[in-house]
């Protein structure tokens, strides 16, 4: 059965470094999505992905909060400037045709700002 | 902004036993998805809801779309260790292109 995957599973960083988290969407689908889960609390919608722009993003993903789709395959997060806040789990998240569907997630990366 | 409430946020539910997890949205919804996160994992899929009324039925879970498509329940009978987790509902508006999750519901069960 196709998959969401991504890389890495856990990331530590340093506070004020770069991060970028890849994603691999499962193949067919046409929209993509980066969520974000800080420990024991809900999932947040950070951005989705259509068509090789962004269609909408929330008041998390500010200016420090990019993504692309650099090939055929791949689906990134930078974020440019770590800051503690920012550690969280990141889902990635793709579907076929927009928010009417089932959305496959990924299994995650753990950021950990230090 | 829309705004996806979602209760309890706990629920200790002896084996056996029956429970229902609430979600209400600020605004009507185009659809409604329920997901379901075990311990360490991710939200995996469990369905979609999008008629005003809708009932859909997996087994021991009962999901139903309210008439005016602003809430939705998702009742367990019987439950059984392997329920375990949590139970987001997420809202999908026709306006945009995300789902608006709530906070989830953490089912723990004593056997």
């Known amino acids: 059965e196709p998959e969401v995957t991504q890389t890495p599973s856990h990331q530590v960083t340093q506070m004020g470094q770069e991060v970028i988290l890849r994603c691999v969407p499962i193949s067919n689908h046409l929209y993509f999505y980066w969520y974000r889960q800080i420990l024991g609390q809900k999932v947040e919608f950070l951005v989705s992905?259509?068509?090789?722009?962004?269609?909408?993003k929330s008041e998390i993903f500010d200016d420090q909060f990019s993504v692309e789709r650099p090939d055929g395959s791949n689906f990134t997060l930078k974020i440019r400037s770590t800051k503690l806040e920012d550690s969280a789990m990141y889902f990635c998240?793709?579907?076929?045709?927009?928010?009417?569907?089932?959305?496959?997630f990924g299994p995650g990366t753990r950021l950990t700002v230090l | 902004g829309q705004q996806v409430m979602q209760i309890p946020q706990y629920q200790h539910v002896q084996e056996g036993e029956d429970f229902t997890t609430y979600c209400n949205s600020s605004?009507?919804?185009?659809?409604i998805q329920w997901y379901k996160q075990r311990p360490g994992g991710h939200p995996v899929f469990l369905i979609q809801l999008v008629k005003s009324g809708e009932v859909k039925k997996q087994k021991r879970l009962t999901f139903q779309f309210g008439e005016a498509k602003k809430n939705s329940s998702l009742h367990i009978t019987a439950t059984q260790t392997t329920d375990v987790g949590t139970y987001f509902c997420a809202g999908g508006s026709s306006n945009d292109y995300k789902l608006s999750f709530g906070a989830g519901t953490t089912v723990t069960v004593r056997a």
């Open positions: 992905f259509y068509n090789n722009e962004i269609s909408e």
């Open positions: 998240a793709s579907d076929s045709s927009g928010s009417f569907n089932e959305q496959f």
């Open positions: 605004t009507t919804l185009s659809n």
